[in-house]
Each structure stands twice: as structure tokens, then as C-alpha cells.
């Protein structure tokens, strides 16, 4: 019997436990998963094939609980927050492990290529959504107009993990699908992208400045902010003539606009430290931004954002709360208390639904005419719990589980992202399977 290590039993976990626990019995397999929470290892094991699954609660920075769970595993997937992957991977060097994570690759795993390779291991990152699919999907489309000997001149990639239009009954036209933290620190390092031969740096004050927007069949306009640095990937992607190339980060166009606003108001700051016990959330955004106590809050916001005093953007941040004399529940840092009280505001109902959406816009060059190609994917959840955020994160890293434990593909040694032919075709195969597939326009 083979042994699979999954360490993480939050959000994105529900859907890849599941799969896994689904072919167990028919894959002889047993599914240990480890999390400091036994409630969330409890529910996320409560599924067909439980039989299969080993709960182990432990605190995954303690290498005498960690590292013989790692020593048992035919296979490790980490699911934890990106900083702990490092941790899982010196485990999994040592005790000759493959490893799967969705994270992107960090600095310490990549100076580890060498002694993965040297020691016949893969550990495949990038390995979910976005990074993951985007990277196999793009990779299949860029391969297949490369082999007709076109010339790819831009690549534009977006997603967003969404709110379904149905469960949409708030202005901000968002709730939470994923980590919250991620959403309160998104665009803090700024982007990098290419535009007309250029390199193009956004810094975190103008990142959610004026969105510009895509059409998406039937869900009409969504506004896009740069991901991070794309320049990184250009290689990887192999684009030589490439003059645009930028992955980007799908929100509803409102959306930008109320959360410009709450940055330019400071209230993204993880170093400060405002809360004394006393604070109300009207005392916080005044603190913050030197607003006169007797002033109407409205109208100074207003003031400061250059806003008419009706704007949307005004209600928005009204709905949230900030403008209450209510004390403020927890936290120490602005973004400590930001993120506690959208999670109160942002929560999803136990039978909403996310939407997940993703689209790739490819130019080329094929005997001197010029084409665009359009491909898209639109993924609803079945619930919170079975989210499309969790199951579009879970289900490539289950897949290429199965498809290594069962020598089905020739695993590439080394650490890598899923941009390869042996590793892509036949993972998107089974995705497509399962219900993840993309359509396809050219013009």
C-alpha cells in the first residue's frame, strides 16, 4: 500500500482529499493528513473512502511530529501557508520524496533544483489554479501555435476567484473563496509585466488605479490588476517575440475601485500598531488618516479620495462598517483589523456559491496575418465547502499525485512549474474529465 502525505486541511484542501479518498481503495492507497486543527482534518476526511484516511494534528513547524510523517509517505502535497513548504521540502530531500505544492516557487526552493535533480526527485510547484492551470493551459496553446511556426507577438493571462452572480448581495460584489489574508496583502509587492517592448513596474499605491477591463460571455465586464512579477515567467514560457506579456488578477470593476480606496487610506498596513482596546472603526480611519473628530467621516473620506460625496465607493466603505462607532472587535495592526472585519462581512453562506474564472488572450503572427485567440474558463462551486476555488487548487495536484504513484507519466526531475507536454497533456485530459475545461475563439 502506497502512502500520500497531504499537510493542510484548509479551504483549498476540500476537493483534493476528496479525490484521493476516491481512488484509494482502488489505488491501494492510504491518505494521512496533517493540520494543527483535528476539527478541520475531521470534516475534510468525512467523505466516501474515510477508511483510507490517517488523521495526524500536529504543529507542522516541529520536525519530531513532522518528519516521520514524511519518512512514511510514498509522496508529499503540501497545502500550507508558502513559508512552511521549505520546511516539508528538507524533509522530503532527506527521505528521497517527491513533493507537489501550489505555491509559488520561493527563492529557498529553487536553490534546491541541483539536489533535487541529483537526487531523482521532482518537486512540482505552481501546482493549482493560478499557478497551476494557467500554466498548463497556456503552455498547451503556446506549444500548438509554435509548432505551425507562428510568431506569438502578446500573452495576456487573467483569473479571479469570484463570487457566482447568484450569490452576489453585497456592493463590494465579493466574498471569500480562498486565504483572506492573501486578499488584505494582494498587489503589496507591486507588478512587473510587458508592455510594446517594455518592462513596466506598478507599485502598490497605483495598483488598483483606473483597472482596465475584459469581456467575459455572459458575465460582461471584469477589471484586471497586474500579478506580481510576470517578467519572471517570460522564459519559462518561451516567448522570444513576445512585445506584451502580463498575468493579472481578475475583480469586479467596483471591487478596484472600493479597495484603491481603502489602500489610499492606509488601511492595508501590517507594521503600525492603532488598537488600544478603545478604538472604534470611525477612531481608526480618522487615526489614520488625521481626519478632524468633529467632521463628517463621509465627507472627509470623500475630501481626501477626490470623490464626489455620493460616489458608489462612499456607500461601499459605509456597508463595511468603517464610518461606525463600534469598538473594534480585534487586531492590532490596520491590516489585522481589516481582515477581521471582512471576514465578517465577506463570509460566504454554507450554500453559496464562488465562481472561478480564467482567460487567456494570445495574439501571433501565422503567414503574415495577424489572429487572436480567446480561451476561457468559467468554474462555479457546488457550496462553500466543495468551492470551484478548491476544487480548480486541488484537483491538478491530486491528479499528478495519481499519475506519479501510478507511473503513469515520466516525472521530470528537478523543481518545476507544470509547463511541460509529459506533464500538462495528460493532467488536462483528466481535468477536462472532471468538469475544468476552457473554450476557445479565434479571430
Aim: contains cysteine.
Amino acid at each position: 500500500m502506497q502512502t500520500i502525505l497531504v499537510a493542510g486541511a484548509g479551504k483549498s484542501a476540500t476537493y483534493l482529499i476528496r479525490y484521493l479518498l476516491s481512488v484509494a481503495h482502488r489505488c491501494k492507497w492510504k491518505v494521512i493528513v496533517a493540520d494543527e486543527s483535528a476539527e478541520a482534518i475531521a470534516e475534510k476526511i468525512d467523505v466516501p473512502g474515510k477508511s483510507f484516511a490517517e488523521a495526524a494534528p500536529i504543529d507542522i513547524t516541529d520536525a519530531k511530529q513532522r518528519e516521520p510523517l514524511v519518512k512514511r509517505a510514498d509522496l508529499v502535497i503540501s497545502l500550507m501557508p508558502p513559508h512552511l513548504h521549505i520546511h516539508l521540502a528538507h524533509d522530503c530531500l532527506k527521505h528521497k520524496k517527491n513533493l507537489i505544492t501550489s505555491s509559488y516557487i520561493s527563492p529557498e526552493m529553487r536553490a534546491m533544483d541541483k539536489e533535487v535533480k541529483d537526487a531523482g526527485l521532482m518537486f512540482m510547484c505552481e501546482m493549482g489554479l493560478d499557478p497551476g492551470i494557467d500554466h498548463m493551459t497556456a503552455s498547451q496553446i503556446i506549444h500548438s501555435i509554435q509548432r505551425v511556426a507562428a510568431s506569438i507577438t502578446s500573452f495576456k493571462s487573467y483569473c479571479g476567484g469570484l463570487i457566482a452572480p447568484e450569490s452576489d448581495d453585497n456592493p463590494w460584489h465579493y466574498k471569500f473563496s480562498w486565504n483572506p489574508r492573501n486578499i488584505v496583502n494582494a498587489g503589496k509587492d507591486g507588478a512587473k509585466y510587458l508592455l510594446n517592448g517594455k518592462h513596466v513596474e506598478v507599485r502598490y499605491d497605483k495598483m488598483f488605479d483606473n483597472n482596465k477591463k475584459i469581456k467575459v460571455d455572459d458575465l460582461g465586464a471584469l477589471a484586471y490588476y497586474p500579478n506580481r512579477d510576470s517578467l519572471s515567467y517570460l522564459d519559462a514560457y518561451d516567448v522570444p517575440e513576445v512585445k506584451n506579456f502580463m498575468r493579472a488578477t481578475l475583480r469586479h470593476p467596483q471591487f478596484c475601485k472600493g479597495w484603491n480606496a481603502v489602500v489610499h487610506l492606509g488601511l492595508t498596513e501590517d507594521k503600525d500598531n492603532v488598537n488600544d482596546g478603545q478604538l472604534t472603526y470611525a477612531g481608526w480611519l480618522k487615526q489614520k488618516n488625521g481626519f478632524k473628530k468633529d467632521a463628517s467621516l463621509a465627507e472627509s473620506v470623500a475630501k481626501k479620495l477626490n470623490l464626489a460625496s455620493d460616489d458608489k465607493v462612499i456607500s461601499m466603505l459605509q456597508w463595511l462598517g468603517l464610518f461606525d462607532d463600534k469598538l473594534v472587535d480585534s487586531g492590532r495592526s490596520s491590516a489585522d483589523i481589516l481582515l477581521n472585519l471582512l471576514l465578517e462581512k465577506w463570509q460566504m453562506k454554507p450554500q453559496e456559491k464562488d465562481m472561478v474564472v480564467m482567460q487567456h488572450e494570445i495574439e501571433y503572427l501565422h503567414k503574415g496575418r495577424k489572429i487572436k485567440m480567446t480561451s476561457t474558463m468559467v468554474q462555479k462551486g457546488e457550496d462553500r465547502e466543495f468551492s470551484a476555488m478548491a476544487k480548480t487548487v486541488g484537483m491538478p495536484m491530486g491528479i499528478l499525485a495519481k499519475m506519479v504513484l501510478s507511473k503513469k507519466i515520466s516525472t521530470p526531475k528537478g523543481v518545476h512549474i507544470p509547463n511541460m507536454p509529459s506533464v500538462y497533456r495528460p493532467l488536462l485530459t483528466e481535468l477536462n474529465h472532471h468538469g475544468i475545461s476552457f473554450t476557445e475563439e479565434v479571430e
